[in-house]
């Protein structure tokens, strides 16, 4: 039994240390395989030498002067420039839908301060965690702040208010503001300018968008 048992180990021992004198390819031996280049891919890590493009690269920066599909033209702000803030404004034009959605985001992020009906009543104020109150969008002070100092305080924040650029971007951004205005129009504020009722403001932004891609081309 003893003898069995050694001779079962010697094997194993051998067997091993052939294993791991092997040189050849890791990688055990399918034999013929097909379409080889799918189980075998050729992967290429970004920035890295590509031969199958003409520039050899990977990954390339973006044509100059185009724009992410679903993207907007930057709105080239500087913060602190409060002179630029008040002349601020936007072409965008809304329809009733993407003001419906102005106001649905102004209750996800603005409405637990400002509160859903525009008087600064909020959630977080009501329940006493505020000393101070938020603003009230419907008093007088307000009713004709610049749309531009607006969109500035959604951009970079205004004193208690943190900036939320990070969960709005420049279209949405807009639509809370006109969202604001409609309803700041209704209660004595500035003529309401942002909607006309049937603009399909994302086609038209796509078809800037594409126009700007074919100058750049020429």
Avoid at 83 to 101: G, Q, V
Avoid at 168 to 197: M, P
Wanted: proline share 4%.
């Amino acid at each position: 039994m003893n003898k069995t048992k050694s001779i079962v180990v010697a094997s194993l021992m051998i067997g091993l240390s052939l294993a791991a004198c092997n040189s050849g390819d890791m990688r055990r031996n399918p034999g013929k395989v097909y379409a080889p280049d799918m189980t075998y891919s050729r992967a290429y890590d970004a920035y890295t030498e590509n031969p199958n493009f003409e520039d050899g690269q990977t990954s390339r920066l973006p044509v100059p002067g185009t724009v992410a599909m679903g993207h907007q033209l930057p709105d080239h702000l500087v913060e602190g420039d409060t002179n630029a803030y008040k002349s601020f404004t936007t072409s965008l034009r809304f329809s009733d839908a993407e003001i419906t959605e102005g106001g649905r985001l102004f209750n996800i992020y603005c409405g637990i301060c400002h509160g859903t009906a525009l008087d600064g009543n909020g959630p977080l104020y009501a329940s006493g965690k505020f000393a101070a109150m938020p603003a009230n969008l419907k008093d007088a002070k307000y009713l004709h702040m610049p749309v531009g100092q607006m969109y500035a305080a959604i951009k970079y924040g205004k004193n208690a208010m943190g900036s939320y650029a990070s969960q709005l971007d420049i279209k949405q951004r807009w639509q809370v503001i006109a969202y604001i205005k409609k309803a700041q129009s209704e209660n004595g504020g500035d003529a309401f300018t942002f909607g006309t009722g049937n603009a399909d403001t994302s086609k038209k932004m796509a078809m800037a968008v594409a126009d700007t891609a074919a100058k750049a081309k020429q």
